[in-house]
């Protein structure tokens, strides 16, 4: 029999709110024995998020953020900065145990199986794209998602980003690219090394529509039915304290 | 001699960037913190690696590194044991 998981759909909400209910899901797991869960979701406003072990001042133009209105966050995982784009941009993040068997227990693989739904889901917008080690999945050579795992509680959380409709722009106007990075891979434009679902289609899609392929993409990839869901209580009250720690000055300029 | 603040970035090979802000007085490590967009598991082992650091000198910070790595179960991803020495001594090196 085809097993549930919980699926909470398309949750708009501020950058220290998402952040909290991702690291809720992951708490309350094996704590109260929640559903493993799917979200998909968007920033609003829209949000740099670094890595955990990412420099803010190095990685974000403080100034741009500011006069544009972006938020800035620090992730509870590894990997670089990313847009949240509220215009173009879903996020997802992925809940199960560590015991879960339809994941392997190997990090990298782990994250080859879960880029793999995102890849599945792609394809049925018409995007062809691969998983490229150790965290992206590229469609034509650029990269369209990054992605970042972390292993706490017991519990494997995943999240990343799905580049939809993105204002490459004004990514790169919040975002700092560092000199070292760019001169090693000989590219003029950083521009030209990522891309989003629109350009890859020369068309324009509604968030639905790439909502229901990512579904659909993670349904069969793990062999499941996403049922629509919310938050319990408990995850709630976890939500309410976790922001906190997110929106606090120690946490967002720790590095 | 005295005191002195040292930053370097290393580009590792394959796409991650590391970086390193250190600050030596009298040969000996007094502050330091590490960033980049690497993966470490737990992440909050890099918190420790920068306290063992703390009071070593700079010939033997290598051997720290390195015994740190040996004494924990740290996964990386993105970086190896080796960068964390190689930036750490392009950042000193730069004095």
Known sequence: MTEDWRLIDMRIEDAPTQMAIDEAIAMARLRYNTPNTIRLYRWKPSAVSIGYFQSLEKEVNLDACRKFGVDVIRRITGGGAVYHDYNGEITYSFVVPESERCVPSDILESYQVICGAIVNGLRYLGVDSEFKPVNDIVAGGKKISGNAQTRRHGVILQHGTILVDSDLERMFQVLRVSEAKISDKLIKAVQERVTNIRKYLGKDLGFIEVRDALVRGFEETFDVNLIAGDLTSEEEEMVKDLRQKYLSYEWVHQR | ?95
Do not use: W
Request: proline residues 2%; contains cysteine; charged residues 25%.
């Open chain 2, 1 to 95: 001699m005295g005191a002195s603040k040292m930053k370097a970035e290393y580009k590792i090979p394959g796409g991650k960037l590391l970086s390193c802000e250190i600050g030596i007085e009298d040969e000996v490590i007094k502050t330091i913190k590490i960033s980049g967009d690497f993966f470490m598991h737990p992440e909050d082992a890099i918190n420790e690696l920068e306290v063992t650091l703390l009071g070593t000198s700079i010939q033997s910070y290598q051997d720290r590194i390195l015994k740190f790595f040996q004494k924990r179960e740290i996964t990386l991803y993105g970086v190896s044991q080796q960068d964390f020495i190689t930036v750490i001594q392009i950042a000193i090196d730069s004095e």
